[in-house]
């Protein structure tokens, strides 16, 4: 059984593998009848030793992909956003209700959008809304049922549940497709593309200032998300 | 912004190069600001400690281990260095 992962589990990166380490204080040892007995001559202290028991998902790697990277939609359009501990699933029928006097339109929903769930009991994941029930969502639908092919589990009113439209992606992109990042990347992408023109005519010059551009934008767009400012003193002999 | 107006912003009228470069353009985003991620779950397997990135990574966020005394995933630390091996039964 692990206990304090991350205290008795370490990695080492080794080309395109993970190496897992476990750290044990002890010996070797081995069982002799029902005993277990430590091994006279051994060596006790710290080691590492390779992991010593199964663990079902029990390797977990966040990273980044190329994750969807066309989209039909605009982030700047995703506009449904919902939180409420009054929304319930029904399985039989794959509808997702707000409760009375909430509906769909307004919070931000439409037919056919793609939506994603989370905080639920049993019912978190990504779903597409087929239509509103009983009318349509522009119509002032509560209740909205999910496309045949998505599935839910029964789940009452409780939990504190949030759902919200995410962008859905397209894996045979044309030029309507929009690119799945926010406006000022987007426009990053401009100037890669211009830098890869210049390139292409050999115009160096003109392709690492495009490249300066578009690390630049991208440094802005990381910068927005914190909050912290800084101030530098004009020198007195500054050239404005 | 739809792919039809970044190649208008630029001038470029082929499609194909155009989405292949954007796709370029997302990797460099993705190694260096992390817009998105993604999470893999892979089984520990006694004995066993190489275990393959995801085919699809661009750069590595975290990687965890199952505290199944608590059912948590607890982020681990890198080892730094090789460690000594005084007794392995598949070396390499």
Same mark, same amino acid.
Do not use: C
């Given at each position: 059984m692990s206990y304090d992962t991350h205290k008795t589990w370490l990695y080492r990166l080794e080309g395109r593998y993970i190496h897992l380490w476990q750290y044990i204080q002890g010996a070797a040892t081995t069982t002799l009848g029902d005993y277990k007995i430590r091994l006279p001559g051994e060596y006790y202290g710290n080691q590492l030793i390779y992991p010593n028991e199964d663990i079902t998902n029990g390797l977990r790697v966040e990273y980044t992909a190329l994750i969807e990277p066309f989209v039909g939609d605009a982030w700047e359009d995703l506009t449904g956003r919902y939180s409420d501990d009054g929304i319930s699933f029904t399985a039989s029928t794959r509808v997702i209700a707000l409760g009375a006097g909430n509906t769909w339109l307004s919070a931000g929903f439409a037919d056919d959008d793609k939506i994603r769930i989370i905080g639920s009991a049993s019912n978190d994941g990504d779903y597409t809304i087929d239509d509103g029930v009983g009318t349509s969502i522009a119509g002032g639908a509560t209740s909205i049922d999910l496309i045949s092919t998505d599935s839910l589990t029964d789940e009452a009113a409780g939990e504190s549940i949030t759902i919200y439209q995410i962008p859905d992606e397209d894996t *045979?992109?044309?030029?309507?497709n929009h690119v799945n990042l926010n406006r000022l990347l987007s426009l990053s992408v401009v100037d890669y593309l211009k830098a890869q023109l210049a390139d292409m005519q050999g115009n160096v010059q003109m392709k690492e200032y495009y490249m300066r551009e578009f690390w630049k934008k991208i440094g802005d767009n990381e910068s927005n998300k914190r909050k912290i400012s800084m101030t530098f003193p004009t020198s007195p002999y500054a050239i404005r | 912004m739809t792919i039809q107006e970044l190649m208008e912003r630029v001038g470029m009228k082929e499609t194909t190069i155009a989405i292949a470069w954007i796709k370029d353009a997302f990797h460099l985003i993705q190694s260096n600001a992390k817009e998105h991620t993604k999470v893999q779950k892979i089984n520990i397997i006694d004995g066993i400690r190489k275990y393959p990135f995801p085919a699809d990574m661009i750069s590595l966020k975290s990687i965890s281990v199952k505290d *199944? *005394?608590?059912?948590k995933y607890k982020k681990i630390r890198r080892l730094v260095g090789e460690p000594t091996v005084t007794e392995d039964t598949d070396p390499e």
């Amino acid at each position: 059984m692990s206990y304090d992962t991350h205290k008795t589990w370490l990695y080492r990166l080794e080309g395109r593998y993970i190496h897992l380490w476990q750290y044990i204080q002890g010996a070797a040892t081995t069982t002799l009848g029902d005993y277990k007995i430590r091994l006279p001559g051994e060596y006790y202290g710290n080691q590492l030793i390779y992991p010593n028991e199964d663990i079902t998902n029990g390797l977990r790697v966040e990273y980044t992909a190329l994750i969807e990277p066309f989209v039909g939609d605009a982030w700047e359009d995703l506009t449904g956003r919902y939180s409420d501990d009054g929304i319930s699933f029904t399985a039989s029928t794959r509808v997702i209700a707000l409760g009375a006097g909430n509906t769909w339109l307004s919070a931000g929903f439409a037919d056919d959008d793609k939506i994603r769930i989370i905080g639920s009991a049993s019912n978190d994941g990504d779903y597409t809304i087929d239509d509103g029930v009983g009318t349509s969502i522009a119509g002032g639908a509560t209740s909205i049922d999910l496309i045949s092919t998505d599935s839910l589990t029964d789940e009452a009113a409780g939990e504190s549940i949030t759902i919200y439209q995410i962008p859905d992606e397209d894996t *045979t992109p044309d030029e309507s497709n929009h690119v799945n990042l926010n406006r000022l990347l987007s426009l990053s992408v401009v100037d890669y593309l211009k830098a890869q023109l210049a390139d292409m005519q050999g115009n160096v010059q003109m392709k690492e200032y495009y490249m300066r551009e578009f690390w630049k934008k991208i440094g802005d767009n990381e910068s927005n998300k914190r909050k912290i400012s800084m101030t530098f003193p004009t020198s007195p002999y500054a050239i404005r | 912004m739809t792919i039809q107006e970044l190649m208008e912003r630029v001038g470029m009228k082929e499609t194909t190069i155009a989405i292949a470069w954007i796709k370029d353009a997302f990797h460099l985003i993705q190694s260096n600001a992390k817009e998105h991620t993604k999470v893999q779950k892979i089984n520990i397997i006694d004995g066993i400690r190489k275990y393959p990135f995801p085919a699809d990574m661009i750069s590595l966020k975290s990687i965890s281990v199952k505290d *199944t *005394t608590d059912s948590k995933y607890k982020k681990i630390r890198r080892l730094v260095g090789e460690p000594t091996v005084t007794e392995d039964t598949d070396p390499e």
